[in-house]
């Protein structure tokens, strides 16, 4: 999630994460900093100081979890984009994304929004209407992937994944989701621009997973408590792990994520942009500015940007 005047005076930053150092199989230990913004709460992971990205993602932001009383609900306004791909994964609840492209699509628990901005895409994020009405809870995971070098001025795209689309792992205590990329010999139909793995897994007090191969990979937790090779790991906590780290087991019922892939080198993160470019970012900064970005059937309002970044002034 992003947005609003106190993102704009950081740079787009929720806020930062406290960092520990990490031990055993973690190399550092990230614990979200809560922000309400807009009347929800969002809780930041990536980026920050002592972690930029693991692999090619490089913004993590989980969402909630909140109740809407009726007649109130999500609403961010449209918004540009560079040079990455975003994900939404829900828990609960809906969420409308409309985008310039004309898709118009509902997000729910179990499906796969991605949305891959290339060149320049606009997209807002609301409650549908009907769930508006009645009011209700929503809760979820929002990441960004950055581009490879060589895919960042891609046309835009955007392609929806239902929950039955998506290869399902299960064993006694175990059931994993293979959300995008390839995990466990299974690969996700999420159209993915470099190497990566985004895997949801629900285990049992107990029970045991391998963690994916990957050459960079972290643990989030969003409920519960595991262990990776004897260190545990508690919720609303990222777990970057060190080459080698193995086994993650349950020590409650957990609930989790794993993402991972090779990293693409240093990036240019600023409001809603991402890009190994500097200037890129300013350029965007300045067309959004001019109105140069296309708009978003449906939408008459936009999140203005009143300040450039200090490389755009500086040009």
């Known amino acids: 999630m992003r947005s609003e005047e106190a993102e704009r005076r950081d740079g787009g930053a929720a806020g930062e994460a406290l960092a520990s150092e990490g031990t055993g199989p973690f190399e550092v230990v990230l614990e979200e900093h809560r922000k309400v913004i ?86 807002s994020e609301r409650t549908p209407p009907e769930a508006r009405e009645r009011g209700g809870r929503i809760h979820g995971l929002q990441l960004w992937v950055a581009s490879p070098v060589d895919g960042e001025d891609v046309e835009p795209a955007f392609s929806h994944h239902p929950a039955e689309t998506l290869p399902v792992i299960e064993r006694p205590g175990v059931k994993v989701v293979v959300l995008a990329g390839e995990a466990y010999g ?41 262990e990776v090779d004897g260190e545990g790991l508690g919720p609303e906590r990222l ?51 001019a109105g140069g970005f296309p708009r978003v059937p449906g939408e008459t309002e936009f999140i203005p940007l009143e300040t450039l970044p200090p490389f755009a002034r500086a040009t």
């Not at 007090?205 to 519960?224: F, H, K, M, N, T």
């Not at 991402?274 to 959004?288: F, G, K, L, T």
């Open 186 to 226: 299974v690969q996700s139909p999420v159209p993915v621009q470099s190497p990566l793995c985004y895997v949801e897994a629900r285990l049992s007090a107990g029970a045991s997973l391998e963690a994916p191969d990957q050459i960079e990979r972290a643990i989030y937790v969003v409920s519960g408590e595991l």
């Open 38 to 123: 807009d009347g929800f709460p969002v809780g930041r992971l990536l980026p920050v100081m002592a972690r930029r990205a693991v692999g090619p993602f490089v913004f993590f932001d989980h969402m909630g979890p909140t109740a809407f009383e009726p007649g109130r609900g999500l609403d961010v306004r449209p918004h540009p984009h560079i040079h990455l791909s975003t994900v939404t994964w829900l828990f609960e609840g809906e969420i409308l994304h409309r985008d310039s492209l004309g898709y118009v699509q509902v997000i729910a628990p179990g499906a796969v929004n991605w949305m891959t901005a290339g060149r320049g895409i606009v997209h």
């Open 239 to 289: 777990g970057v792990l060190r080459a080698g780290a193995r086994t993650i087991v349950a020590r409650t019922d957990v609930h989790f994520v794993v993402i991972g892939g090779a990293p693409l080198g240093a990036r240019t993160i600023w409001w809603n942009f991402v890009s190994s470019r500097e200037e890129a970012v300013a350029e965007a900064a300045r067309r959004w500015q």
